[in-house]
Every structure is written in structure tokens, then in C-alpha cells.
């Protein structure tokens, strides 16, 4: 079954640097657009950052800068590298991928189970 598994997040002091990963398993036919959301309590999954398959990326305006997306296809998977990190930015942040698996005829967003990344002295 075809799913996103999300790694690298945890506690980081305001200036700090995190790497999150994402990796799409279960028979992955092909992967568009990935993407990382954040969900801050009390408020609503907004985009942090976005990357098509042939590397185009788009980023929220609070992030510009300090945070990079980047993907390795041949693993089927995104990264989102975080720096000069800010309390702000402490939220639980997810995977998105639209895709496709062998076993469906359709694209289909598909979501991650959500990363902590807490900034904080």
C-alpha cells in the first residue's frame, strides 16, 4: 500500500537547524508534486514549501530563505532543510506527494503521520 513515512523532526534552540526526510513506499508508479505543511495548534496546515518533479520549487513567505526543498527521485523521496530556526516555526509539519501507485489508476494526494518540530531555548 502506497504511503508517506516522514523522519528528522524533535527539539532545536531558536537558531537552529533540522532536516526533515520523506520517503514514499509501496509500489510507487510515479510521484508529481511533493510538498511540506505545517500545522500549528490552534491553526489551520498551511504550505511551507513545494517541488514538481522536475525541481521547480515554491515557498510560504515566512520561510523564504532560511528553509530549501529538495527531492531525490531515484529514492522517492523530499526533503525539507530547515535553518535559522524560529519559535514560530514550531508546529507539526507534514509530507504531501501526489501520486500515483501501480496498483491505482489515478493520482491521489496522499499525506504523511506528521512530524513534531519544536523550537525552543
Known amino acids: 500500500q502506497a504511503r508517506l513515512v516522514e523522519s528528522g523532526g524533535g527539539l532545536v534552540q531558536p537558531g537552529g537547524s533540522l532536516r526533515l526526510s520523506c520517503a514514499a513506499s509501496g509500489g510507487i508508479f510515479r510521484i508529481n508534486r511533493m510538498a511540506w505543511y505545517r500545522q500549528a495548534p490552534g491553526k489551520e496546515r498551511d504550505l511551507v514549501a513545494g517541488?514538481?518533479?522536475?525541481?521547480?520549487?515554491n515557498y510560504a513567505d515566512s520561510v523564504k530563505g532560511r528553509f530549501t526543498i529538495s527531492r531525490d527521485n531515484a529514492k522517492n523521496t523530499v526533503y525539507l532543510q530547515m535553518n535559522s530556526l524560529k519559535p514560530e516555526d514550531t508546529a507539526v509539519y507534514y509530507c504531501?506527494?501526489?501520486?500515483?501507485?501501480?496498483?491505482?489508476?489515478?493520482?491521489?494526494?496522499?499525506w504523511g503521520q506528521g512530524t513534531q518540530v519544536t523550537v525552543s531555548s
Open positions: 517541488i514538481t518533479a522536475d525541481g521547480s520549487t
Open positions: 504531501n506527494a501526489y501520486m500515483r501507485a501501480y496498483t491505482d489508476y489515478n493520482f491521489r494526494d496522499y
